[in-house]
């Protein structure tokens, strides 16, 4: 069993600022990635989720060309946790904020997909 804990959303004005936190805990043996994923209001299929932003055992980050240089994805290996800074916020980055992790539970296993709760962000004044 593996939880994902968000927690940093809430209402800001544009032009604001938000970290959002994410802690992962449970059965892992390895992590090779975790990232953020947002969906829009209106949209409510799981596929609809777009890649906001992600970084990589090696240390790589991948960002949406949406967020670059206002957005950036930072970890903490040692607490498992996962952090997307958010600054300059505009109201299209309104959506609920999804973090995911691709992990191994077990060495014996292949990765898999895990998503925490969501979180929701609102950039309004």
């Known amino acids: 069993q593996v939880q994902l804990v968000e927690s940093g959303g809430g209402l800001v004005q544009p032009g604001g600022s938000l970290r959002l936190s994410c802690a992962a805990s449970g059965s892992i043996f390895s992590i090779n990635a975790m990232g953020w994923y947002r969906q829009a209001p209106g949209k409510e299929r799981e596929l609809e989720r777009e890649?906001?932003?992600?970084?990589?055992?090696?240390?790589?980050?991948n960002y949406a060309e949406s967020v670059k240089g206002r957005f950036t994805i930072s970890r903490d290996y040692a607490k498992n946790t996962v952090y997307l800074q958010m600054n300059s916020l505009k109201p299209e980055d309104t959506a609920v904020y999804y973090c995911?992790?691709?992990?191994?539970?077990?060495?014996?296993?292949?990765?898999?997909?895990?998503w925490g709760q969501g979180t929701l962000v609102t950039v309004s004044s």
């Open positions: 890649l906001v932003a992600t970084i990589r055992n090696i240390g790589s980050r």
């Open positions: 995911q992790m691709n992990f191994r539970p077990d060495w014996t296993e292949i990765p898999r997909n895990a």
